[in-house]
């Protein structure tokens, strides 16, 4: 080792605070990256997917295929950066999905799209206007449902409140389901167009006659100004008043004389039941990059100051809140490494000296904070994959600072002075602590060059495990050493009655039966070879026989039921309602079943017409 490394270890070794100081940095600026570090499920993954639909009114599946996709994939397949393409016709519609390659210039690629599908030139006439969009990806931070004795008008007035106060506060996306089309019916009786000698025909045209807005030219000269003919009617009031029919005498009939005139909505749209009750769902979504938990804290104060404010009888109810399940991983994560870190602390105060395994101790939580630092200047997360990955190095920061530290004891038992045997094992333990991080480093390397979202995902391990190993090198090397000087000044062996006595036991062990073990092991060295290489094929066997399953990502238990049903055509809406409150009474029958009377465990019970219960 040069003398200039040698000198840097004693520099750090012998200053009085140069050790301390550089730990404190590394706990400060930890702490600093662990509140501004975003906190989510999964790390940020793009959808790297763009999508062409185009639709077709009246046209087959066969000719939507053959006049639509035929002519837009050669335009889109060999386009740069186009990994896989995905094509489906249905009646009156078809799409072509283009899936790019990692890292692609999303912008420059949805241009090159536009451009090309805008060369093509033998689409039939009266198809309608390409629709080109790149698919980006939104996770879910929770869904509100709104439900009770109210029109659909008013649930639907309330959720746009709703979402434009979420939006304002700067959630990323909220949509409203279901939004059906709002429409003004105008019934009118066959008696009454008798008596009228007129259709319902004559009836439209002069609704349409009346309700037009229509450009009118303009005025002309250096002030030119547009002219516009308003006359868009929106309300019932407004077409209510136009003139269905008028006499030489000047009397009229306007169109609430004859016709009931009412609001109401799309009778085709799905709709959304709670408790029998109409209701309206908001799904409150994130973007990549955003904060979960910030956004999730954001809503559940939103709601604590919106709910006096409604009407006693809204049911506002707040479900599927992924920051839950997000808190939930992360503690459980946090506590079994909490049990580890216990484990590891108890074995290093068995078998060392009580202050050297104080301040090995005391560097594993600086090696962590100062990888947290590295993970904020790298772009990374707290999430699932990157809190698996700290707890795992846990280990190895601890490896590093026990053989740098029991190192340091050896030479001071052999007469070293304290500063110089803490120097000493750090220097001598530099080129084997150094080599193995190497290696495990060239472990994980590898695993960057896995390609796709998967590759995304799990991005994150590589990179945790050389930002843990870079401030375990930092930590072992320039500030431990500082520590042992102090720590080796005190004496080296235990004086109480439980140390003697594990010391005396820990050694006859070793010098024993481990070390017989050992000699036998050399001394047999082929028979060895053999039992190694017989585990290694009893391993590779259980995995390529399959009494070992090998799963990439294990899919956990749903916490969520889908029940769907579907009538012949022509079934009335009323008995899609009737079915949709036969399986909320099933499902209240089987949850007392299960749970007994008394006691719930299904949060949200929603019945959907119109539309599978999995599409919203």
């Not at 954001?298 to 006693?312: A, K, W």
């Not at 991983?329 to 395994?357: C, K, M, T, Y």
């Amino acid at each position: 080792m040069s003398s200039r490394t040698g000198n840097i270890l004693g520099a750090f070794a012998s200053h009085p605070t140069a050790a301390n100081l550089l730990m404190v940095l590394m706990l400060v600026v930890g702490l600093i990256s662990l509140g501004r570090l975003n906190t989510q499920f999964f790390p940020d993954f793009g959808i790297d997917i763009i999508t062409v639909s185009i639709t077709w009114s009246g046209a087959s599946a066969e000719d939507v295929e053959s006049n639509i996709i035929k002519a837009l994939e050669p335009e889109l397949r060999f386009l740069d950066g186009v990994d896989k393409v995905i094509s489906s016709a249905r009646e009156g519609s078809g799409t072509v999905a283009l899936e790019y390659q990692s890292g692609t210039d999303m912008q420059a690629a949805l241009a090159a799209v536009e451009s090309a599908v805008s060369q093509i030139v033998t689409f039939p006439a009266d198809v309608a206007t390409p629709v080109i969009a790149q698919v980006i990806r939104y996770d879910t931070i929770s869904r509100l449902i709104l439900s009770g004795p109210y029109r659909e008008a008013a649930l639907k007035h309330m959720a746009k409140r709703i979402r434009d106060d979420l939006l304002a506060l700067g959630i990323d996306k909220v949509s409203i389901f279901p939004i059906r089309d709002e429409e003004i019916h105008v019934e009118v009786t066959p008696e009454t167009l008798l008596a009228l000698n007129m259709t319902l025909s004559d009836i439209a045209a002069q609704i349409r006659a009346s309700n037009q807005d229509l450009p009118s030219g303009d005025t002309g000269g250096k002030t030119r100004q547009q002219l516009r003919g308003i006359g868009l009617m929106q309300t019932v009031n407004e077409l209510s008043s136009i003139n269905v029919r008028a006499y030489e005498g000047g009397e009229k009939i306007v169109l609430r004389d004859i016709a009931d005139v009412r609001d109401t909505f799309d009778p085709t749209a799905p709709t959304i039941l709670l408790n029998d009750e109409p209701a309206i769902e908001l799904h409150i979504q994130r973007a990549v990059g955003a904060d979960a938990l910030v956004l999730a804290d954001r809503v559940d104060e939103y709601l604590n100051t919106l709910r006096p404010t409604f009407p006693p009888n809204l049911n506002v109810q707040q479900f599927d809140v992924a920051a839950n399940l997000i808190r939930e991983r992360i503690n459980l994560l946090l506590r079994n490494g909490a049990g580890g870190l216990v484990l590891v602390l108890g074995i290093l105060f068995l078998f060392l000296n009580s202050h050297v395994a104080l301040w090995i101790a005391v560097g594993i939580p600086t090696a962590v904070l100062g990888a947290l630092a590295a993970m904020l200047v790298t772009g990374q997360s707290i999430n699932m994959v990157s809190l698996f990955a700290l707890i795992m190095m846990i280990g190895i920061v601890v490896d590093d600072a026990i053989v740098v530290g029991e190192h340091a004891m050896a030479k001071r038992a052999e007469g070293l002075g304290a500063a110089e045997a803490a120097v000493s094992g750090a220097h001598r333990m530099l080129a084997p602590v150094f080599s193995a991080s190497l290696t495990t480093i060239a472990a994980f390397v590898p695993v960057m060059m896995i390609s796709g979202i998967i590759g995304e995902i799990i991005m994150a391990i590589p990179l945790v495990v050389v930002a843990v190993l870079i401030a375990s090198l930092i930590e072992c090397f320039l500030i431990l050493p500082g520590h042992m000087r102090g720590a080796l000044t005190r004496n080296l062996e235990g004086t109480s009655r439980f140390r003697r006595h594990f010391n005396t036991s820990y050694e006859a062990f070793r010098d024993g039966f481990f070390r017989r073990f050992v000699e036998f092991c050399v001394r047999w060295r082929y028979a060895t070879l053999s039992g190694m290489v017989a585990s290694l094929i009893v391993a590779i066997g259980l995995v390529a026989g399959g009494r070992v399953q090998f799963v990439f990502f294990p899919s956990p238990e749903s916490d969520i039921i889908y029940a769907n049903f579907t009538f012949a055509p022509g079934t009335t809406r009323a008995r899609t309602d009737e079915m949709v409150s036969e399986l909320a009474r099933a499902l209240d029958v089987a949850e007392n079943a299960l749970v007994g009377d008394g006691k719930r465990v299904v949060r949200v019970a929603l019945g959907s017409v119109a539309a599978p219960a999995s599409s919203f």
